[in-house]
Each structure stands twice: as structure tokens, then as C-alpha cells.
């Protein structure tokens, strides 16, 4: 009896802990909506781009050497990719070229020993692929689901393999996932891409416990959504609520993933308000979360 009663207190004492430190993790982050943390310095970071050579990734390491980072531009478009470098030296960054289809995992393997001889550690990783344009989702056919699956997911295995034990054992690093929204919400005829973004969303929740267990505080890792029907260059999309969603350049798109990284937060979105959308679809009934997508459903079209 007083060992039932000595075990009762004792789950009543880690039930109060437990709500006692989840209403003061809320807290916290009412609190950072309105003082968020401090954005930290990038300057000499060993900075991997991979999808540099074009939109979003383009703009991410031309930012991060405007910052005084170093960064390597990983692509397998070398014309594009040299592009990038090209203008990054001509604005006085550092910058280095590393033509790469990452598909494959021999030349992943080959780029990790290259990259790794030429100038040792790199500390933060910055994975652009699998984010398709608005006109390719609507224009051109579905990649094979080995490919979209060997684009958007696998790669990233492989990347995480050859460098996240650095990281670790110097606790120092950060990784950098960029997903479609199609993780969050079927987009039509696109469903291995869709089942692709979301399953790169559980890889990065798996890394960032995987480094909680292990008491790994200095590797951060940021998951970022990217809405491609609002990050765009193009003028001729329609939105079904235009002054809501609005749109955003590559640049801008940037800017915000960056802003994020370096507050070390571990779930952004671009644009940023949409990130509680997503909370919200998640604990919403199933017939709530359909009335909620139709309603805000982007409605691309091309004029």
C-alpha cells in the first residue's frame, strides 16, 4: 500500500514538472514573437549550398557571403553554378564551385572527400533541392518516384552521413532543410512529391532528437516550408486571395530562411505567417483542415 501510494506522488510530482515546464516553454515563445533571440554572427562559416545555381539556393549563398561566410556552391548545372561564384568573387565573397549531381550516392561520397581535403570542416549545410517552381509543378510531368524520391530525401542521407559526425564531435553546426508545402498539403497529381517533402519534415525532427538524446546543443537544425506558388519571379500567377498571400522574390525568400537560421530556430516558413497555418492543420478534425484548404487553396492559374 505505501508503495502505491510513494509511486502515485511520485507521477503527481512529474506531471506538475512536466506542466509546469510546457506552460513556460509557451511563455517563451509568446515572448520571442515580440523580442525574438538574437540573430548570430555566419561570419567564416564553412557554408554548403546544395542547389546554388539557381532561385532560392542562388540567393541563400549570395547571402551568406554578403555575411562573411565562405561558401561552397554545390550544383549539377555548372554554367549556373559557376554563375553564382562568379557573382559572389565579383562582389568581393568568398566563394567555391562544386559541380555535383547528389543523386547519386558515389558522388556524394566524392564531393564529401573533395570538400573535405580542400578545406576541412564544414559547418553549415544548406539543402535547396526538391523546392520545384510554381511552373514546373503545373507545366511539366511528375519526375520518376525513385528520382523525386533520390532528389528530395535520399541525397540528404547521404549528406547528413559524411558530415554530421563532424558537427558532433565538435558540438558546433547547423543543417538546413528546405521543404515544399506539398509536405503539408497534397498538391494535385503531385503525390510522391508531396509524400517526399513530408518525409524530409520527419528526418529533421529525427536529427534534432537524435541530437537532444545524445545532449548535442551546439548542432542546430532549422526546417524551413517554402510555399513555391508565392516564392516566385513570375508575374503572371493568380492567387485565390491576393492581399493575404501576395508574393515573394527568391531574395526576400532568402533574407527570411537566413534570418531564421541564424535566431537558431528549428521550424520557420516563408512567408513566415503561414507557419501557424500549418500548426493549425495539424490539430484540426480532417473534414476542418479540407474547408481550411479549399478556402485558402492558391488558385494558379496562367493568364
Not at 516553454?25 to 555566419?42: I, M, N
Not at 513530408?198 to 538524446?213: P, W
Not at 474547408?291 to 488558385?299: A, E, K, Q, V
Request: charged residues 20%; hydrophobic residues 45%; proline residues 5%.
Amino acid at each position: 500500500m505505501l508503495l502505491r501510494v510513494y509511486s502515485l506522488c511520485i507521477l503527481l510530482v512529474d506531471i506538475a514538472w512536466v506542466v509546469f515546464n510546457a506552460m513556460c516553454a509557451v511563455l517563451q515563445a509568446a515572448y520571442e514573437l515580440f523580442k525574438p533571440p538574437p540573430l548570430k554572427s555566419v561570419r567564416l562559416e564553412t557554408a554548403m549550398v546544395i542547389g546554388s545555381g539557381r532561385g532560392v539556393g542562388r540567393e541563400i549563398a549570395i547571402q551568406l557571403a554578403d555575411l562573411g561566410a565562405i561558401v561552397l556552391c554545390v550544383d549539377k548545372n555548372s554554367r549556373s553554378n559557376e554563375d553564382t561564384v562568379e557573382f559572389i568573387k565579383k562582389k568581393g565573397g568568398s566563394a567555391a564551385v562544386y559541380t555535383c549531381d547528389v543523386t547519386r550516392k558515389e558522388n556524394v561520397q566524392a564531393l564529401a572527400a573533395q570538400v573535405k581535403k580542400d578545406l576541412g570542416f564544414v559547418s553549415m549545410i544548406f539543402y535547396c533541392c526538391g523546392i520545384p517552381s510554381p511552373r514546373s509543378l503545373l507545366t511539366q510531368p511528375p519526375l520518376d518516384i525513385h528520382d523525386t524520391l533520390d532528389l528530395t530525401l535520399t541525397s540528404y542521407f547521404w549528406l547528413i552521413d559524411h558530415f554530421l559526425p563532424a558537427m558532433k564531435a565538435k558540438n558546433r553546426g547547423h543543417i538546413v532543410a528546405l521543404t515544399s508545402v506539398a509536405g503539408l498539403s497534397y498538391i494535385k497529381d503531385q503525390m510522391p512529391l508531396s509524400v517526399a517533402q513530408f518525409a524530409v519534415q520527419g528526418l529533421a525532427e529525427s536529427l534534432m532528437e537524435d541530437l537532444r538524446v545524445n545532449k548535442i546543443d551546439g548542432v542546430h537544425v532549422t526546417l524551413t516550408h517554402i510555399y513555391p506558388f508565392i516564392v516566385s519571379d513570375e508575374n503572371d500567377l493568380r492567387l485565390r486571395i491576393p492581399s493575404y498571400f501576395g508574393t515573394l522574390t527568391p531574395s526576400q525568400a532568402a533574407k527570411s530562411i537566413l534570418e531564421s537560421v541564424r535566431r537558431n530556430y528549428f521550424e520557420a516558413s516563408v512567408p513566415k505567417h503561414l507557419l501557424y497555418l500549418g500548426h493549425i492543420l495539424r490539430i484540426l478534425p480532417r473534414k476542418a483542415t479540407v474547408l481550411i484548404r479549399d478556402l485558402l487553396d492558391t488558385g494558379v492559374d496562367f493568364a
